[in-house]
């Protein structure tokens, strides 16, 4: 018992504590060069065929992020995304709920209501898309992209990093062609942007397409997330 009290005490003098820093939603990346990172994100059933034809055309990257109600609807093209190089699959929660402990309704949509939920729903959508793809996702985003702190810690708890963005030009696939443009091209240089990729009749590939020169004669290029693990920030 004395032995243990000792080890216990070492413990706390040895415990080098996590910045909080460290454990926030990244936003961003921190680089000077003008890269830009492009992420999708597939919330329920439907498939922008334009929009993934457009950026393999280009050789764009992209981390997409499934939620369960996508995966299980489109097994066989996510394993089709998961095999192409130029994509990365995120968790996109089982249910795409909030990440929270208490359910408030934040677009609609009601959050997990307790720890327990909110672990089932990052851990039940990793092991479905290990288990329909056999790729395990690094990253994990939040149905509307909203949690709670202790969502957040859960998050981090399953060795997974939670990624936001800093530019939505779809507005969730409201926007119009022209304000899809203007959003695109307010990105600075590490910019996260988030794109919908389940939403075939909206002009989300149209204005990327028409964004694309402008963006390029800006010296921009997209980086692949994967490759900058060390530089997210928020
Ligand atoms: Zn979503």
């Known amino acids: 018992m004395k032995n243990l009290f000792i080890l216990l005490i070492a413990g706390a003098f040895l415990w080098v504590p996590v910045s909080v820093e460290a454990q926030l939603v990244k936003n961003r990346v921190g680089v000077d060069q003008n890269k830009l990172f492009l992420t999708l994100d597939a919330c329920v059933d439907g498939y922008d065929s334009e929009l993934l034809e457009l950026l393999e055309k280009q050789r764009i990257p992209a981390v997409i992020f499934v939620s369960g109600n996508w995966l299980k609807s489109n097994p066989q093209l996510a394993k089709q995304l998961s ?13 795409h709920r909030p990440l929270t402990v208490d359910a408030p309704v934040v677009y609609g949509i009601r959050g997990t209501g307790s720890p327990e939920e909110a672990r089932q729903e990052v851990v039940k959508n990793q092991q479905l898309i290990t288990r329909l793809t056999g790729a395990e996702p690094e990253f994990f985003r939040a149905g509307t992209g909203y949690y709670d702190d202790t969502g957040v810690a859960i998050v981090y708890q399953q060795d997974l990093i939670p990624v936001n963005f800093t530019v939505t030009p779809d507005f969730g696939g409201t926007a119009s ?22 939403l075939p009749a909206t002009p989300i590939a149209s204005g990327l397409r028409r964004a694309l020169p402008e963006l390029r004669q800006r010296q921009f290029e997209f980086g692949r997330l994967l490759d900058y693990l060390d530089k997210l920030t928020n």
């Open 83 to 95: 095999e192409n190089p130029l994509f990365t699959l995120g968790n996109h929660g089982y249910h």
């Open 177 to 198: 062609e022209t304000v899809i443009v203007e959003q695109l091209l307010t990105a600075r240089p590490g910019d996260i942007i988030l794109l919908h990729m389940h």
